[in-house]
Structures are given as structure tokens and as C-alpha cells.
């Protein structure tokens, strides 16, 4: 397959450290060495598919050689140069532009990061100024949600609401709070007649209440929560949200580093429900995770703020790789390809035979729920269908359908036993019905064997 030799590999591997690291999850790890459209290949020559476009975000697949030519070019004409204020490179300055004509109605502004936790925390910190270069200095809290995955710098870890990756970090930062997600299969109404959609926005007027909205700077919040398990909002949740954070004079951020650039069916999700936030966060499928990219698209009010700041209080935010010119050129490139290849259209109906695949193991003893949009899906396993009781964490249930699925075939992973799909755009009907019998399978396996 390849020259190198896995024992070899393994040994330069005890030098590095690996996101997420535990010795615990690393005892075999699998060496991928080549990828051609939606499959990757291992060292050892087994092909999978990809479910998940590796981290959510290879929307046009594999082994895309006209990235490459993109990148060789730009490389070889000027591979990196600063973008700092009183600089312009043309590749940043094109795909700002383009992201304008992209995004929803007001939002016409890029700033470039190289990520999408750091594009939280710049929208996090750009909401602050925003409120700051009016007056309303107390206007400082973020609230995010249950459930949500925002990254794990600072800022974003505290905005992050899966507890699991706060301990050990003296996280805790003041000034972060955490409210419901609306997320149906769990919702219990106990006292209330409300609706999962309703409640939850009402757990975010109610703190906003709480609180006292002049101590408020933003909500932020994932079109569809997708680290957590692919949890899809009913649709009257993101308008409520649109309306109570305009009532109250509260930035709406939305996280589209999962559900940007086609994901569900859309350039940028929030579309799928009709509104507009203040702040667009984006990452991972701006360039298909062929170059580190992402940003914050901000709207004309929060531009002309930035604009209009004296010298001594601007916006003084930056970092190195901020417009860098390769992961722009490759990211124009990107789009071309969506857009030429229809793969927003094909996400939806590739989507529908995913979901629609999917709901054929309803009849599996131990499967719970069914969701999804788009190419964005979930099964989530539980011990008990009738009470909706999950298994034991230390059973590992979901750990080991992944585990089982990468035994007969197929790549992807899991938050806790939910069991997540986001297969890149180009998958074709036959690798999609694939997946799901794989899928099929390891849920019996492991939950029935
Ligand atoms: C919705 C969302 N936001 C932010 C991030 C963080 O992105 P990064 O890992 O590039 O910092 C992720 C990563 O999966 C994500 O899913």
C-alpha cells in the first residue's frame, strides 16, 4: 500500500499528542494513508467508508486533485503573507466577497480564523465590543446551551456545554451560562403543556430575565447540535429565539462550523428556518479540511460599529494566519466545486435516503431515535425503548457500535450512544445503503449478541 512501516509509524507516533489524548483510546490506532472520494484507505490497504467526512467536514470528498493544483499554485506565487490592516491579499479579499454574496440578507462581513473554536471565541469577543463602543459596558455574558459543542479554547469551551470537557482546565470563566437545548427525544414536560421548541426558548427568556438583559452580550448556538448527537430543533424554536434575542437587544450567534457550506441542504443552515443571526460563525467545510480555515461573517450593524470605532478602541483582534492566502485560494476553489457539482441539492437527497434508510431500524429492539437533516444524521441506542432509559456510560454501547461498524467497513463516531453520520456530500446511493446495513448490523451485534 504504502513504504511506510506501521511498527515504524507507531514509534514516531509515542511523540505525539492527539486531540482528545487518552492511552486508553489509542491502543490500536487505525493509520489512514489515502482517501478518494467518499472512502479512506489504512496502511494495511482496508478501505472504508467515511461517515462522518472524517470530522464532519470534507464535504467534497477525498483525493480532490484540483485543490491541490490550487494550493501548488498559490503556494508558489505567495504562500503566506500577513493580512494585517494596511495589507490586502487577493484570495482573502475574493472569498470575503463571495461569502458576502453566500450568506444570509445583512451578513456581508468576513473576518478569517484558522478554526472554529477560534471563531467562536472572535465572535464571542467581537459581540463584547459591539455593546462596549456604545456605552453598554455591562453587556458581557454569553449564554449557550446544554448539549453544545463550540470548541475548547477559552472562550469556546465555556460557551461549550458537553461538561465533559471542562474538568482538569480551571475552566469556569465568569460570565458564561448555560440554558435548555430543545432536544425532543428527552424532552420530559412534567408540569408544563409547553412544546420541547417553546420551553426551550423559554429557558433562554428566563435567564435573559433573570440575569437582566443589560448584562447580556449574546447567545450562541449551533443551527443543529451536532458533536452532541445531530439534535434537531423543532421548527418553531429558531424563530423564538430570533424574536426573544431582538427583544431583548441580544446578539444572536449561530455556530455553522458543522451546518455551513451544504451540510442540510444550505450555504449556511439557519437558512432552513428563515431567519438571520447577527454573527455567522464557520469552519471545517469552507475548504472541505483540505487547508485550516474558518471566520465569523458578521452583519452590517456589527461591521459599521468596527468601522466607526476611534483609533485608540478599535477592534483590535487578529491573528497570524487570519486571510491566509493558500486556505483562501483552496476555499474559493471549494465553493466552485459545491456550487458546480450541485452538492447542496445532493446533500438533501442523499440526505433522504440516509434518513429514510435509517428509519428502517426502528425495528431494532434497542434503537430509540431517528434523526436528521440533510447529511447530518443520528441513531441514538438505548437500554429500555419504552422509558427511553440509556445504558450504563461504562457499557460503552455507542464505543463499541463505532468500533464494530470500523470492523465491517465503515468509519464514523459517536457521543455517547448516540451514533452519528455526516458522509461527504459526493456518497453515493449505494455506499449510503451500505452504511446503514453496516449500521444495521453492529447495532445488533453489540446490542443483541
Ligand atoms: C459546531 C462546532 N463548533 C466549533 C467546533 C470547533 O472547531 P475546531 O475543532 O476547528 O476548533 C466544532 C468542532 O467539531 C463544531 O462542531
Redesign the pocket.
Known amino acids: 500500500m504504502t513504504d511506510w512501516d506501521r511498527d515504524q509509524v507507531l514509534q514516531d507516533d509515542t511523540f505525539l499528542i492527539h486531540p482528545l489524548q487518552h492511552p486508553q483510546d489509542h491502543s490500536n490506532p487505525v493509520i489512514y494513508v489515502k482517501g478518494e472520494g467518499s472512502t479512506v484507505t489504512d496502511i494495511e490497504g482496508n478501505t472504508y467508508i467515511d461517515g462522518l467526512s472524517s ?2 467536514n470534507v464535504h467534497v470528498g477525498h483525493g480532490r486533485r484540483e485543490l491541490g493544483e490550487v494550493a501548488a499554485r498559490q503556494i508558489s506565487e505567495l504562500g503566506y503573507f500577513s493580512c494585517y490592516a494596511g495589507v490586502t491579499l487577493i484570495p482573502a479579499a475574493q472569498l470575503a466577497r463571495r461569502l458576502s454574496e453566500l450568506a444570509p440578507g445583512h451578513l456581508n462581513y468576513t473576518f478569517f480564523t484558522s ?4 471563531s ?1 471565541d472572535s465572535a464571542i469577543k467581537t459581540a463584547r465590543f459591539y455593546w462596549q463602543a456604545q456605552g453598554k459596558t455591562k453587556k458581557v455574558k454569553i449564554i449557550s446551551r446544554d448539549h453544545a ?5 477559552m472562550g ?1 469551551m465555556n460557551a461549550t456545554g458537553i461538561s465533559s470537557y471542562w474538568p482538569g482546565f480551571a475552566s469556569n470563566l465568569p460570565d458564561f451560562l448555560h440554558v435548555d437545548a430543545p432536544y425532543p427525544y428527552h424532552y420530559n414536560p412534567q408540569d408544563t403543556d409547553m412544546e420541547c421548541g417553546e420551553a426551550a426558548a423559554k429557558s433562554l427568556e428566563d435567564a435573559i430575565l433573570r440575569e437582566g438583559a443589560d448584562t447580556v452580550a449574546a447567545f450562541i448556538g ?1 443551527p443543529i447540535q ?2 452532541a448527537g445531530v439534535i434537531v430543533p423543532p421548527d418553531d424554536y429558531w424563530p423564538r429565539v430570533r424574536d426573544i434575542c431582538s427583544k431583548y437587544e441580544i446578539l444572536l450567534i449561530n ?1 455553522e ?2 451546518t455551513g457550506f451544504g451540510r442540510i441542504g444550505h450555504w449556511f443552515g439557519i437558512s432552513q428556518w428563515g431567519i438571520e443571526p447577527d454573527i455567522i ?1 464557520f ?2 467545510g469552507v475548504t472541505s479540511g483540505y487547508m485550516p480555515l ?1 471566520g465569523i461573517i458578521v452583519s452590517d450593524a456589527i461591521h459599521a460599529c468596527i468601522q466607526q470605532a476611534p483609533p485608540d478602541k478599535k477592534w483590535n483582534h487578529s491573528f497570524t494566519y487570519s486571510g491566509h492566502p493558500t486556505c483562501c485560494a483552496v476555499a474559493l476553489k471549494n465553493i466552485e466545486i459545491i456550487e458546480q457539482e450541485g452538492l447542496i441539492e445532493r446533500s438533501l437527497v442523499m440526505g433522504d435516503r440516509l434518513l429514510t434508510g435509517l428509519h428502517r431500524l426502528a425495528n431494532l429492539e434497542h434503537v430509540g431515535d431517528i434523526r436528521g437533516m440533510g447529511l447530518m444524521a443520528a441513531v441514538e441506542v438505548v437500554k429500555d425503548r419504552e422509558t427511553r432509559t440509556p445504558y450504563e456510560a461504562s457499557e460503552k454501547i455507542g464505543a463499541r457500535i463505532v468500533e464494530e461498524m470500523l470492523r465491517l467497513g465503515v468509519y464514523t463516531r459517536c457521543r455517547g450512544d448516540s451514533i452519528n453520520f455526516a458522509p461527504p456530500l459526493v456518497i453515493s446511493a449505494d455506499q449510503i445503503d451500505r452504511m446503514v446495513e453496516v449500521a444495521r448490523e453492529a447495532i445488533t451485534t453489540v446490542t443483541e449478541g
Open positions: 470530522l464532519w478554526g472554529g473554536a477560534v467562536n459543542y463550540h470548541g475548547v479554547t469556546a449551533e451536532g458533536a455556530d462550523v458543522i460563525t469552519a471545517k474558518g
